[in-house]
């Protein structure tokens, strides 16, 4: 493509000024030297050093590593705890040898945490990329040259994908310049509870769009008046008409869902209602959300749904102990609104169940300042990939 490019820079106004920039961006990302270098020395020495790579993990966390820095200012001394535990293994190890090396762990693990085993192919020359996603950065990279270049001739250009109906619609960006199925997937993973063995860990997702009449019907079923507001710059200005409706389908239903709203600017392009039975269904449910995110360029998001309350209680071995599992626990609505952005907005409104009634302590909370939803981590790490950055 670079060949090409430059063959053609005769007839582009301005090419040098404008490559050159672009060429000092490549010569700085390990990804494309990589790309340059497999290039030469597929064609003139022969294929890549591809290998396998097998993975066991054990994950107790929404996080990789240490904890965001929002978390740990909340939680002090206990920032230090890493919440995963990972070895690497020869591809030939078998399931049941893996799960030995993460067998003698803190209940907190066993209790919390699921097991996670993935194989991947690798070349020698980038070990720590998986080959089809380096191929894929590569691919955004240049797509993304292309389309800088289409803006500077002031070109009508796209990319045309196809859709359900057998047509194609353009789109005029894409996240990292790549197609929607260049994404990175998890390769060949597999997952189970190291507490049971059960193999169902993941939980369910349904999509759906938005709808006008839905909404009017919801509406008039609750009792509500108000529509939502307009012209606002960011989703943290729909927390509080997201919390009063909430509370509304809480007092007439008793129960309330767990949805998140997804925005690309002001505009809301769909929901996903999420059903998890425990936290590791919760864990693979938002790192799946995470990659949807990261597909369609969603910006901006609120969650809504019913939350267990607590305070920071450890168990024996210094592990905190989730509020659902707090013999004194407290239930509550919650309402996160965050953006791409660094904006974000925390409501909760704790209640009780008096016979069959809901009874609220009192007005909705603002603990934007003092909680971190830290569920949706691996969201705010797919908006770091994607080049977004706090204003």
Sequence with gaps: ???ILQSEKSNIEGFDSWYEPWREKMRASHVMRWVVESRNRVVKQGDLDAKSEAKAALIAAYWTGDPPEELATILGSDSEQR????????PATSTKEQVQELASLPDFFVREGYIELTRRWVDKALPDRELADACAEAYGFMA??????????????GVALGSSDGGYFVVERLPHGRLPCMVPT???????RLSNGATDVGGNRYSFSPNAKQLNKSMRKYGSTDSPP????SVISMADWCMSNARRILAKDRWH????LLYKGNRQVATEALEARDRPDKMVLMRELAAAIERSGIDGLVEVGDTWQGGFVHDEQGYIVPPALQDDRREALSVVAEDAYGNR??????YRRVGRRIEFDGDPIDLSGTMFSNNLQPIRDAWRRMGFKPQ
């Excluded at 919440?83 to 020869?90: A, E, F, Q, R």
Aim: glycine letters at 6%; aromatic letters at 16%; zero cysteines.
């Design 257 to 260: 869902g767990w949805y998140v």
């Design 1 to 3: 493509m670079t060949f």
């Design 144 to 157: 993304v040259m292309l389309d800088d270049l289409h803006e500077k001739l002031g070109i009508e250009h």
């Design 186 to 192: 998890e390769y060949a993973v597999r997952r189970f």
């Design 83 to 90: 919440l995963k535990l990972s070895i690497n293994v020869p």
């Design 345 to 350: 907005r925390y409501l909760i409104s704790p």
């Design 230 to 233: 307009e012209g606002w710059d």
